[in-house]
Nanobody, 121 residues
Framework: QVQLVESGGGLVQAGGSLRLSCAASGSIFRVNAMGWYRQAPGKQRELVATINTYGITNYADSVKGRFTISRDNAKNTVSLQMNSLKPEDTAVYYC???????????????WGQGTQVTVSS
């Protein structure tokens, strides 16, 4: 099994910054794509940003130019630097990863437990 543990959420004023981190652990053979998703109250979970093992990134239009995703392949971690935060960024942020364990011949998709980000106006 693979566990994803997020950290770094909190309360910040509009225009401020936060950095989220996520660490994958367990019987990991390889981690493929990693990313961040978010879910605001009453809304569906949506993609925020993804990054593959080569560092190729993809961002939601709503966060382009404000958020930066990065990863450390050796440590199986992914981070999300969030700048110029807006009240509409308020949501629970979830870490996501495609990973393969030593006991499986295929990749599975995993989710973290989520971390709350609240941006006050």
């Amino acid at each position: 099994q693979v566990q994803l543990v997020e950290s770094g959420g909190g309360l910040v004023q509009a225009g401020g910054s936060l950095r989220l981190s996520c660490a994958a652990s367990g019987s990991i053979f390889r981690v493929n794509a990693m990313g961040w998703y978010r879910q605001a109250p009453g809304k569906q979970r949506e993609l925020v940003a993804t990054i593959n093992t080569y560092g190729i990134t993809n961002y939601a239009d709503s966060v382009k130019g404000r958020f930066t995703i990065s990863r450390d392949n050796a440590k199986n971690t992914v981070s999300l630097q969030m700048n110029s935060l807006k009240p509409e960024d308020t949501a629970v942020y979830y870490c996501n990863a495609d990973a393969r364990t030593y006991y499986s011949g295929s990749y599975s998709n995993y989710w973290g437990q989520g971390t709350q980000v609240t941006v006050s106006s």
